[in-house]
């Protein structure tokens, strides 16, 4: 890809205004948050998210690697100006953040049709490596996947898990790469359940603890549709959790599922499981990343306390806090 010979010049076709705007942000944010970062024991944290609207990019940092996820808008795709300003991107992020051009990898986000899986793999053999995260590590892959295997967004409610696990029996529905595992086994929790429909990321999740010298066999990992799963445990009702996590995605659909998942749909009866699976005074931490979700009264209805966590729950280093919302639930204590 074609660099302006001098990255501090603005790309060919913008303006002079304009060309300095995404390098002096990106350079201001980089300065304030990789001393912030430090302090929190933080190798993977964004340093830009879309905070200048002609810029709508997300530049996170992942050691000495950085990804960069474009949001482009549908007049600059029409308009062919999408290639010029990513090109200029790239060189401010190269200059600013010193990192080499093979050590960026760059991805779109276009607006998927509804039910299109958000892990699906996008890249085949890129190399995996570790970052550290407020004293744990994970292992992440840039390249291959849409996401790269740590949701940093949910960094600060990772923190309250670890906080709360001592002792507990943990349970992790819609486990992803297992990071909330990997927290509560890190806090002391007494047992752990992480369930999740893909092999691959059950495998990454069983690394991720293996890396944090926490497999063993009070940790199990079950490859499940998590939907269908609580419901069989709530049915069941042998088995109480003391603490759960449970941030299933918008909308999915697989031929290893029964049915469809819908967030906004199928939360009320979905939060009726949760209930039934939680232990006398037991915590829920339930999220969603859809932006159009509305919590009914009658999904919390039987919980002793009901908190929305958001926008505290979103980290320092996130400008945009619509990335998700979370919310802590107490079942009662008798």
Known sequence: MTQPSDPREPAPGASASSGGMFENRLRKNAKRLRKWAQAQGLTAFRVYDRDVPEYPYAVDLYGDHAHVVEYPRRRALRDGTTETQREEVLAAVTSVLAIPAERIRVKTHTPQPWGRSQYGRVGQGSERFTVEEQGLKFWVNL????????????????????????????????????????????????????????????????????????????????????????????????????????????????????????????????????????????????????????????????????????????????????????????????
């Open 143 to 334: 390249g291959d996947y849409l996401d790269t295997g740590l949701f940093m967004d949910h960094r600060n409610t990772r923190a309250r898990v670890r906080s709360e696990a001592r002792g507990l029996r943990v349970l992790n529905l819609f486990a992803y790469t297992g990071a909330f595992t990997v927290y509560a086994a890190a806090g002391g929790a007494r047992s752990t359940v992480t369930v999740d429909l893909s092999n691959t990321y059950l495998d990454w999740a069983e690394e991720n603890l293996a890396l944090n010298k926490l497999a063993d066999a009070r940790h199990v990992l079950i490859r499940a549709d998590a939907k269908a799963w609580l419901e069989a445990q709530a049915r069941d009702g042998s088995e109480r959790f003391d603490l759960v996590v449970c941030d299933p995605p918008s909308f999915s659909t697989s031929k290893r599922m029964a049915g469809s998942f819908d967030v906004q749909r199928d939360h009320v009866r979905m939060l009726e499981h949760l209930r039934a699976v939680l232990a006398p005074g037991g915590v829920l931490y339930f999220s969603t990343n859809y932006l159009g979700f509305e919590l009914k009264e009658s999904a919390t209805r039987g919980m002793q306390h009901v908190e929305e966590l958001t926008p505290g729950s979103i980290p320092e280093d996130f400008q945009r806090k619509e990335i998700h919302r979370c919310w802590r639930m107490v079942a009662p204590s008798r």
